[in-house]
């Protein structure tokens, strides 16, 4: 009895591993949730500098990477960059003429409104460019009668209004675009260029911003910070949840990994201490405390609870 039924078992295994090898071999895997479901996943970058370069057709930067190594871990099949802009980025994602934006997007309740939003896989704060030659300060209240160039649109935009309201005696500028402020920086008619820590460390070692002789930036990174600090994160749509919440699982795969440091050290930060003017040094657990994420917010994949009616 007993070898009549292992005799049955063996061949209905035979024949499920006859059908799987027919088929190519292996289960089917799980669905994925749309749009990491599409063959390519469009992704909205911005090209910054050490964070998304095209370089005759080859792309460079730590977005590059990461991207890549997320995605997979999230289960997508490929994904293909597609540039956006500060002021662009938004329109085209609710289109969908893109699936997801990764190009330096911070986290707010502003956006999460209008979006799901997945973990942060950078933190960052808002910084200061100068020139090489500049003093450091030491508090805000030095940038008194100082101009800085901030990009509109931008959360350092929001920063220096924020400080001038508070009483701080800084004159703005804008500019269409970080090069358009940087150029103003160069040339004398503002004193810094103000966004993102990271982005600015990215400018700072550009082959436009480095001394052919020196091999030294022309620019220098301030230490002072504005106080903001930055939640870089994905961008979806508000119907993709399920999507949302896959990465937020992907995104810590790779944030806890030996990868997240090793590639922001490689593209941004070891360029950056070779470069910047004093010869600056960061151990590798000074750029985790720095740089890396700190919240994990997976609500921002859903839409919060309303709030309980009042009796």
Not at 111 to 138: P, Q
Not at 196 to 206: A, C, K, N, Q
Not at 268 to 292: C, H, K, N, S
Request: proline share 5%.
């Amino acid at each position: 009895m007993k070898v009549g039924v292992l005799a049955t078992a063996l061949l209905v295994e035979a024949a499920l591993l006859s059908a799987l090898a027919a088929c190519g071999g292996s289960p089917p895997k799980p669905q994925l949730p749309s749009p990491l479901n599409e063959g390519i996943v469009a992704v909205g970058v911005k090209p910054y500098p050490s964070f998304f370069e095209d370089v005759n057709g080859t792309h460079i930067g730590f977005e590059v990477s990461a991207r890549k190594k997320i995605l997979s871990h999230a289960g997508a099949q490929k994904s293909i960059p597609t540039q956006i802009w500060t002021n662009n980025w938004a329109s085209l994602l609710e289109k969908e003429q893109v699936h997801l934006v990764m190009g330096m997007i911070s986290d707010s309740d502003d956006r999460a409104t209008h979006f799901r939003l997945a973990r942060s896989y950078l933190r960052t704060d808002i910084g200061l460019l100068t020139l090489a030659n500049a003093e450091e300060l030491n508090d805000v209240s030095e940038l008194a009668g100082k101009t800085v160039c901030t990009v509109e649109e931008t959360s350092a935009h929001a920063t220096i209004d924020n400080l001038q309201q508070k009483g701080y005696s800084i004159h703005s500028v804008t500019a269409p675009s970080p090069t358009a402020c940087i150029q103003k920086v160069k040339n004398g008619e503002a004193y810094a260029y103000s966004t993102d820590r990271l982005i600015l460390m990215g400018f700072s070692t550009h082959n436009d911003s480095i001394d052919e002789g020196t091999q030294k930036s022309y620019y220098r990174v301030l230490n002072l910070s504005l106080g903001r600090e930055q939640h870089i994160s994905i961008v979806l749509n508000k119907k993709d949840s399920q999507a949302c919440q896959r990465l937020v699982d992907a995104i810590g795969k790779y944030v806890e990994s030996n990868d997240w440091l090793a590639d922001l050290r490689h593209e941004v930060i070891d360029e950056y201490l070779e470069r910047a003017p004093g010869d600056p040094d960061m151990t590798d657990q000074q750029v985790r405390d720095r740089f890396g994420p700190t919240v994990r917010d997976a609500e921002r994949c859903t839409d919060p609870p309303p709030p309980n009616a009042v009796n």
